[in-house]
């Protein structure tokens, strides 16, 4: 008896994957540097701690040349506060008795008292921007008010959220000055860098394919990230 089975032929899609290897990449990695020069007094996160915009990441002391720059500019702006304050006293008085000493002289004082306000809201706007590049805000001064203001000590901050994937220094290292946070490339070890702060809220993954298995690619297929 002939026991041969038959079956209807029914079309179908041969499933067929791929595995390959790869690596996870976050779309924004920021390099986290110093404006001025110094040293590592202390480092506020490990690697793999969660950060947001602003929190402290590191201390450092800054070498002399950047120390004596903010101590100059702060000195400028105190000493145009105090003279300011005593002209205007002088001039105040001088205008009780302008009739006596001519009024041509109290309005050549009080030219001279706003010469001086406008130089020093200048001498405030330059302090800012130094204090900025130093890494220092009204935060930190807050936060740290029991150092001195002159023991030139910088504060350095997260500029985005994210994690920290790489420490590259230690307490005591020296780091160059002259770079801030950027999203450059990431070469390894160098004077400059200090951590790596990656957000991982968009990553982007990176495989090789064979030549072989380039005719199973194409834009649009489903990939499943292990």
């Known amino acids: 008896k002939d026991k041969t089975k038959t079956s209807k032929v029914v079309l179908k899609d041969i499933i067929q994957s791929l595995q390959l290897s790869g690596k996870i990449f976050p779309e924004k990695t920021m390099v986290i540097t110093a404006q001025q020069s110094g040293r590592i007094v202390n480092l506020q996160v490990k690697e793999g701690a969660k950060v947001e915009p602003n929190d402290l990441l590191f201390t450092m002391q800054l070498e002399a040349s950047g120390q004596t720059e903010l101590m100059q500019m ?7 506060e105090q003279d300011i304050a005593s002209n205007s006293k002088l001039v105040k008085n001088k205008n009780l008795v302008k009739d006596l000493i001519g009024v041509d002289q109290v309005a050549r004082d009080e030219s001279d008292l706003q010469k001086m306000r406008i130089e020093l809201a200048s001498a405030r706007d330059r302090l800012q921007v130094v204090e900025e590049n130093l890494g220092l805000d009204n935060k930190a001064k807050v936060t740290k008010s029991a150092k001195s203001p002159s023991s030139g000590l910088v504060y350095v901050r997260s500029p985005i959220s994210g994690i920290v994937t790489l420490v590259d220094k230690r307490p005591g290292d020296f780091v160059m000055g002259g770079g801030g946070s950027s999203g450059t490339e990431i070469g390894g070890s160098n004077e400059r860098m200090v951590m790596v702060v990656a957000d ?21 297929i489903p990939v499943k990230v292990k």
Do not use: C, P, S, Y
């Open 200 to 220: 991982m809220t968009q990553l982007q993954v990176r495989i090789k394919v064979m030549e072989t298995d380039l005719r199973f690619v194409r834009q649009g």
């Open 74 to 80: 702060r000195a400028q702006v105190k000493t145009l």
